[in-house]
T-cell receptor
């Protein structure tokens, strides 16, 4: 399974943008890049996904490098409720499985 | 829309005892998943059902763990006998279908402590 690499932790200030990086140098052509997040004491929740083009939704934006070897999840204005573990996951091919790494723990300071 | 329900939320047992967890997925979701999340790690898939059939149980420790999904709706995960290393949060998730497995909806989990 193709792997992703994320920083263990990041810090942000409230109401500032946050850029969460993810490296996936062994990504295959059929792999989609997915992001989930896990708030404290909750199960993970889907955030966004993309294949090649940048994507936006109500929660976040996903910027994908042209060579697809890295991507960045962008929270445009961090709030205290965005403090969570963010997981970058490659999904596709025949596996139909979400394989979680350890993710990035995002702390948001008021 | 009601989310994925799990019970109990917390359970403390002694090693060698047995325990069971229950999950009710989102209505209409054909695919159901059980994950184990050890403290400090991401969730690890234990078993995946499509309706009431097992799709993947390659990571399930079958000597002590069992799961079933009767009638393709609710599911139970059982551990018998429990070991100290089974202390973890057990998460249930569901998705519309196998093809839609990229968007899974998770329950709040059951935190198991084995002493």
């Amino acid at each position: 399974d193709a792997k992703t690499t994320q920083p263990n932790s990041m810090e942000s200030n409230e109401e500032e943008p946050v850029h969460l990086p993810c490296n996936h140098s062994t990504i295959s052509g059929t792999d989609y890049i997915h992001w989930y997040r896990q708030l404290p004491s909750q199960g993970p929740e889907y955030v966004i996904h993309g294949l090649t083009s940048n994507v936006n939704n109500r929660m976040a934006s996903l910027a994908i490098a042209e060579d697809r070897k890295s991507s960045t999840l962008i929270l445009h204005r961090a709030t205290l409720r965005d403090a969570a573990v963010y997981y970058c996951i490659l999904y596709g091919g025949a596996t139909n499985k979400l394989i979680f790494g350890t993710g990035t723990l995002l702390a948001v300071q008021p | 829309e009601a989310g994925v329900a799990q019970s109990p939320r917390y359970k403390i047992i002694e090693k060698r005892q047995s325990v069971a967890f229950w999950c009710n997925p989102i209505s209409g979701h054909a695919t159901l998943y059980w994950y184990q999340q050890i403290l400090g790690q991401g969730p690890k898939l234990l078993i995946q059902f499509q309706n009431n059939g097992v799709v993947d149980d390659s990571q399930l420790p079958k000597d002590r763990f069992s799961a079933e999904r009767l009638k393709g709706v609710d599911s139970t995960l059982k551990i018998q006998p429990a070991k100290l290393e089974d202390s973890a949060v057990y998460l249930c998730a569901s998705s519309l279908s196998l093809e839609g497995a990229w968007e899974q909806y998770f329950g709040p989990g059951t935190r198991l402590t084995v002493t």
